[in-house]
């Protein structure tokens, strides 16, 4: 896998952090609005996707966002989801999980992000031994459905992940042997560990939501990051957006950042993962793109 230090400073990088269902088609309208208003982020020679983003990055390497946002705008309107819960609690298996506040419990319990990765790839495990044991199959069907393909792009596409047994990070690319659905299924996993083969790999987001210090090396980095930057790690801890972009610019990388705007926000709701958000989120993100087209446009060409 080619490693920041090896890459050309000519690069230009896209990293799509996570955000859920609404975060997912937010970055899916900013691409399109950038796009349609003529910058083609999506033309990056290293695109880094993490959990949602990881979602994008695979959508957006085999098709335009333009078609991904009319998919995502001409798809009947879902019934408004309740509280986030686990992608893997269904009638008749273990009841479901808030793992919002389980993972927040162990957060706050952690004494560094290797230490709070372990502790929860630990827990995740022991929800695994409880469950019917068909999840990992059910979610990579899920996965599959929303890729326009299953093969990795010949140019540098980075999926995160954390491998739930040891509490490391992994970083899948084409080289890894790990096909493209089961590397973005793993970056979604959200509550539950993703199997692949004898592996466990937990969501992407748990070393970072952005993920952005993949990137470095490249000469200019877009992120985007339907979070806002924020993150559930203290900020000593140095994994939020803002450390990350310093991070970067120390080494000679210039970076520009796209939040979410007040239209964003309000699209997204107070639930991230409720599909019923997708089209607004959509919607907002396009017009926000559009909107940061000009002032991006010298510093993406």
């Known amino acids: 896998m080619t490693t920041g230090a090896e890459r050309d400073p000519s690069e230009r990088a896209l990293v799509l952090g996570g955000g859920g ?23 990056a020679d290293v695109v880094v996707g993490t959990s ?10 085999g098709t335009s966002a333009t078609r991904l946002l009319a998919g995502i705008l001409d798809a009947p309107a879902p019934s408004r989801a309740g ?21 927040g419990r162990i957060i706050a ?6 230490d709070m990765r372990r502790r929860l790839g630990a827990a995740a495990l022991e929800l695994e031994a409880g469950s019917a044991g068909s999840w990992s199959a059910r979610w ?5 459905a929303r890729l326009p393909g299953e093969s990795w792009p010949d140019r540098t596409l980075l999926v995160t992940a954390v491998d739930a047994r040891t509490g490391e990070p992994v970083v899948f690319d084409r080289h890894c042997g790990v096909d493209l659905v089961d590397a973005v299924a793993a970056s979604t996993s959200s509550g539950l560990p993703y199997a692949i083969g004898d592996g466990r790999y937990l969501d992407g987001g748990y070393r970072c939501n952005e993920n952005a210090d993949l990137a470095t090396g490249s000469g200019r980095v877009l992120v985007l990051s339907p979070l806002g930057g ?4 203290p900020l000593e801890w140095g994994t939020d957006l803002a450390a ?22 309000a699209a997204f709701g ?16 396009y017009e926000q793109g559009r909107s940061r087209a000009e002032l991006l446009s010298a510093f993406w060409r």
Not at 21 to 42: E, F, M, Q, R
Not at 52 to 61: E, K, L, N, P
Not at 244 to 265: C, F, H, I, M, N
């Open 244 to 265: 990350q972009v310093e991070g970067l610019r120390a080494r000679g990388s210039r970076v520009e950042t796209v939040l979410p705007d007040a239209d964003s926000l």
């Open 52 to 61: 949602a983003g990881a979602t994008a990055a695979a959508q957006v390497c």
């Open 230 to 233: 924020r993150t559930r790690h």
């Open 83 to 103: 509280p986030a819960r686990s992608a893997g609690g269904s009638a008749g298996t273990a009841p479901p999980v808030d793992h919002q506040e389980r993972t």
């Open 109 to 114: 319990a952690a004494q560094d992000p290797a």
């Open 140 to 144: 990579r069907a899920t996965v599959a």
């Open 270 to 285: 107070t639930n991230l993962m409720d599909p019923s958000t997708r089209a607004p989120a959509a919607r907002a993100g």
């Open 21 to 43: 269902s609404a975060g997912n088609a937010w970055l899916i309208g900013v691409l399109a609005g950038l796009a349609d208003a003529g910058v083609p982020a999506t033309e």
